[in-house]
């Protein structure tokens, strides 16, 4: 987004589990220490997994497990049906050091659909694999393989955003606990998981003179540029207790957007900011997308190591109920503009994502299929005076710019009859709920269909933008701030949460706000391409 940057509890065996992880981290206690030592080549002791652990794009049968340690080691994983461990299935992973800021994120296949898995990570001396550090715990449930099972997930982004950080007076990023304790089956990240422009000073004033106080690191004093700047801006968030046991409960599907980089960002753009002494965003956006893959376990980056082949976008599959389409609206776009070209084949997918895109979802069997989008279609986002950031620019008229290519996109799920797709995002900081239709439409060659906002997560909200009529949007429904930039002590926290039924197949969203509050539900009805 283009805003300025200032100064229900788990079962008991769940809780079980938890214990286990939250004594790993209790190094890292919110209003003390902000973690421990820097990782180094000779400690003594065995080595140590106090940033907790996190598993992403689990399915039916496969899952990533991420940990990191204090020191070079070997990471093994322990599955098992139980949370006593009485039997484990071992999955070796990799040898972890400083050439990945001692991260590691192995790979589980052959997991058993619909059940919940229990899992520990323990940490070996490389040289003496007989001294291992305590293991650290986490649990999933792997997608089902029957549809009368249901499914259930929440949605958010925007974390540590606009200088609002880990507040130890208010118990660091609630929304993270409140999320945990709704036990979903997977969390999908938004994007803007890190603010890696966005510098956490000690405290803030606020408007009413009270004082916001933040967790503070020495990666957080500047924008990042260096690759362990990046890193850094991924440990702060972990250096939060709600963030690394919902972690230890609950994977998550991640995508990135600009802030993982920097504001607004675009390839081939080159820099005019004096914060910034390397200029060329190409060089940042590489070194933040190695720190990303080294702290978030996405399944198409680590098949690849994180090699130039890799890639943000793919589909995660959750059943015969769900399809989750990750889109990468980011890496492939083109220059953000005044948006008025009559033809733009790049867009802001780029021309291979879309038509992998478009195959997937025709090919896709299950009744919804989630369009996970990192920025809305019909919201304008403006970049600058001119400029726009995202789909829309403000011309209620006929498709241009970046609007040809959500055109097509419309398009083809219209006649193509492709059933029950349903558009998330966050990044505008307030949430909301959009309904799409032809008959209101410059553009009429689509079927309906809904987009859902929700976020900041844990950032700064912001007032609701406006809306471009190209593709017909109605806000049937928000909840935003009447200014820019309200701290997160004066308006709450947001995130979604989408519930299919296995039954009836209904898909129910509830845009939910911090302290419990359900602002906005509606039921959606399988089966069909618009709705």
């Not at 997977?186 to 009413?208: H, K, M, N, Q, W």
Request: proline content about 7%; hydrophobic content about 40%.
């Amino acid at each position: 987004m283009s805003q300025p940057v200032p100064g229900s509890s788990p079962s008991p065996a769940r809780r079980g589990v938890l214990r286990g992880s939250l004594a790993a981290s209790a190094a890292l206690a919110l209003g003390g220490a902000v973690g421990p030592a820097a990782p180094a080549f000779a400690l003594s002791g065995r080595p140590g997994a106090a940033w907790g652990v996190r598993a992403g794009d689990v399915t039916a049968s496969s899952g990533l497990v991420w940990v990191r340690a204090d020191r070079p080691a070997r990471m093994l994983v322990e599955t098992s049906a139980t949370d006593s461990f009485r039997r484990v299935r071992r999955h070796h992973g990799p040898l972890v050091g400083a050439g990945t800021d001692f991260t590691g994120t192995t790979a589980l296949c052959g997991l058993p659909a619909g059940e919940q898995v229990h899992y520990r990570v323990t940490l070996a001396d490389p040289d003496d694999p007989r001294r291992t550090g305590e293991p650290v715990t986490g649990t999933f449930r792997t997608a089902p393989e029957r549809r009368r099972d249901g499914v259930r997930f929440l949605w958010s982004g925007d974390i540590a955003g606009q200088g609002w950080g880990i507040n130890p007076d208010i118990g660091g990023f609630r929304a993270y606990e409140e999320m945990r304790r709704l036990d979903p089956d997977f969390f999908l990240c938004s994007g803007d998981s890190i603010y890696a422009d966005g510098v956490i000073e000690p405290r803030v004033t606020l408007p009413d003179g009270r004082i916001w106080r933040n967790v503070t690191t020495p990666e957080k004093a500047k924008v990042a540029e260096t690759l362990d700047e990046y890193r850094g801006n991924f440990r702060y968030n972990l250096l939060d207790h709600n963030v690394r046991a919902f972690h230890a409960q609950v994977p998550s599907v991640v995508q990135w957007d600009d802030h993982e980089v920097r504001n607004n960002w675009y390839p081939g753009q080159i820099l005019d900011d004096a914060r910034y002494t390397e200029k060329d965003v190409d060089v940042l956006a590489s070194r933040a997308l190695r720190a990303f893959t080294e702290y978030t376990p996405v399944s198409t980056l680590h098949a690849r190591g994180g090699s130039p082949g890799g890639r943000m976008h793919r589909v995660v599959r959750h059943g015969p109920l769900l399809d989750v389409f990750v889109l990468d609206m980011r890496a492939y776009r083109n220059a953000n503009s005044p948006g008025r070209q009559p033809d733009d084949t790049t867009g802001i997918l780029g021309a291979e994502q879309l038509r992998r895109l478009k195959r997937e979802l025709a090919a896709s069997t299950a009744v919804w299929k989630v369009i996970a989008a990192d920025l809305p279609l019909g919201l304008v986002v403006t970049d600058g005076a001119a400029d726009f950031e995202a789909v829309a620019q403000g011309d209620p008229g006929a498709p241009l710019g970046r609007e040809l290519q959500i055109a097509e996109l419309l398009r083809f799920v219209k006649h193509r009859r492709v059933t029950g797709t349903v558009w998330l995002t966050a990044d505008v900081h307030y949430t909301s709920a959009q309904h799409y239709a032809p008959e209101r439409a410059a553009f009429k060659d689509f079927a309906p269909f809904w987009e859902f906002v929700s976020g900041p997560l844990a950032a700064g909200g912001f007032p609701a933008n406006a809306l471009d009529a190209t593709f017909g949007p109605e806000r049937v429904f928000v909840r935003a701030p009447e200014r820019a930039n309200v701290s997160p002590m004066e308006s709450p926290q947001y995130f979604g949460e989408v519930d299919i039924d296995g039954h009836s197949g209904e898909l129910t969203v509830r845009l939910r706000a911090e302290g419990g509050a359900v602002l906005f539900t509606k039921v959606l009805q399988p089966g069909r391409v618009g709705q």
